[in-house]
């Protein structure tokens, strides 16, 4: 158990729908990270929030957005679904910067249909 | 850009040793990671070299070369639980920023 949760777990829908994924990270970390993974993909870097503020962007598509909250929680937020965002989406915290371990949530698998 | 490139799938046989490659091409480099992926599950973290040279940690070892853009993951003593994905991702500063891109991931197939 790296101590980051996400939730939920799983979550099915259609395409055109909105959906919301939590994350909470470690306790004492600052930095949240998103990913997703596609299958038989890699870990695509969507964007980092360090302490409430955006700290970088990675390929993330205008249909996505993401914030981070005053206790540290973290949202990601798609919306227009397609089918092409079914995937593995991963939160992941570190105490401070990228130059740190990366510890990673369990993940939520999205199904558009 | 950031290019990172490892091989995309390896077998190896249970008990033997095995190196799993990774090259990249980053300005700004500060280190480089090696996290272990089972099938559908959360990454988790192997290691991290900041320095040229060897590191070793129990059956895992990752090795560093910055000059030639070059690292490697050694796994000795193979298990069958080690069959698992094996991604190699840069920490770079970018932008005013620290950054990190992973590899697309090698997968490793460890066979009796």
């Known amino acids: 158990d790296s101590g980051v949760t996400q939730t939920p777990k799983h979550l099915i829908t259609a395409t055109g729908q909105r959906v919301t994924l939590r994350c909470s990270p470690r306790s004492g970390d600052l930095s949240v990270y998103w990913y997703q993974q596609s299958l038989d993909q890699g870990l695509q870097f969507l964007i980092q929030y360090y302490n409430g503020e955006e700290r970088a962007k990675g390929n993330i598509l205008e249909r996505f957005s993401a914030q981070q909250f005053p206790d540290l929680h973290s949202e990601l937020n798609l919306s227009s679904l397609e089918l092409g965002d079914s995937a593995l989406y991963f939160c992941?915290?570190?105490?401070?910067?990228?130059?740190?371990?990366?510890?990673f949530g369990p993940g939520t698998r999205l199904l558009v249909l | 850009g950031q290019n990172i490139d490892q091989p995309t799938e390896m077998t190896a046989t249970e008990g033997a040793i095995v190196q799993i490659n990774c090259t990249y091409q980053?300005?700004?480099?500060?280190?480089l990671f090696w996290y272990q992926q089972h099938a559908g599950e959360a990454p988790t973290f192997l290691s991290y070299n900041v320095l040229d040279g060897l590191e070793e940690k129990g059956r895992f070892s990752s090795f560093l070369s910055r000059s030639k853009g070059y690292s490697y993951l050694l796994l000795k003593e193979l298990q069958m639980k080690d069959s698992a994905s094996y991604l190699c991702a840069v920490s770079y500063y970018s932008g005013g920023y620290q950054k990190v891109t992973f590899g697309t991931g090698t997968k490793l197939q460890v066979i009796p």
């Open positions: 980053t300005s700004g480099f500060n280190g």
């Open positions: 992941a915290s570190s105490v401070a910067g990228t130059q740190e371990t990366q510890y």
